[in-house]
């Protein structure tokens, strides 16, 4: 698939199906794009992976988002990962504090410190290895 079609479908899964409902296809589409965008930068993805994240889709293949990011325009990262840790979205949530951590994001601190009472231990436990790791915390 081109650039424009991985985008496309990208927009079709927000959010994820479940993993109960997920299909073979849609797995192999969204390695595939993990795969194109770790290599081309595309701004564009970067919401939709972000907020692609589902409640109860892993399958192992949101760690690589990481990857996608890494080389993705820094200050559109750090938007999108200021919404996504602004949303309502636990899973998002989740996932952008690992982000954050993976990119060095310490300047989200902010937004990551306003989640710190958060009801979701596995959040919970993300943010204090967030903050366990930034270098500009005290």
């Known amino acids: 698939m081109n650039e424009k079609e991985l985008l496309e479908?990208?927009?079709?899964m927000q959010p994820m199906p479940d993993d109960a409902d997920i299909t073979q296809q849609q797995c192999d589409t969204f390695i595939e794009a993990?795969?194109?965008?770790?290599?081309?930068?595309?701004?564009?993805c970067i919401a939709y992976f972000i907020f692609c994240i589902s409640e109860n889709t892993g399958l192992g293949m949101y760690e690589n988002i990481s990857d996608v990011l890494m080389?993705?325009?820094?200050?559109?990262?750090?938007?999108?990962?200021?919404?996504?840790?602004?949303?309502?979205?636990?899973s998002v949530q989740y996932r952008c504090c690992w982000w954050a951590?993976?990119?060095?994001?310490?300047?989200?601190?902010?937004?990551?410190?306003?989640?710190?009472?958060?009801?979701?231990?596995?959040?919970?436990?993300?943010?204090?290895?967030?903050?366990?790791?930034?270098?500009?915390h005290l």
């Open 9 to 12: 479908f990208l927009e079709s």
């Open 34 to 44: 993990i795969n194109f965008f770790k290599h081309h930068q595309c701004n564009e």
């Open 71 to 90: 080389v993705q325009e820094r200050s559109c990262v750090i938007k999108y990962l200021h919404q996504g840790l602004s949303s309502n979205i636990g």
């Open 101 to 136: 951590i993976d990119i060095n994001a310490w300047d989200l601190t902010p937004e990551i410190q306003a989640l710190k009472e958060h009801s979701n231990e596995d959040i919970q436990d993300v943010i204090s290895l967030f903050f366990e790791l930034n270098p500009h």
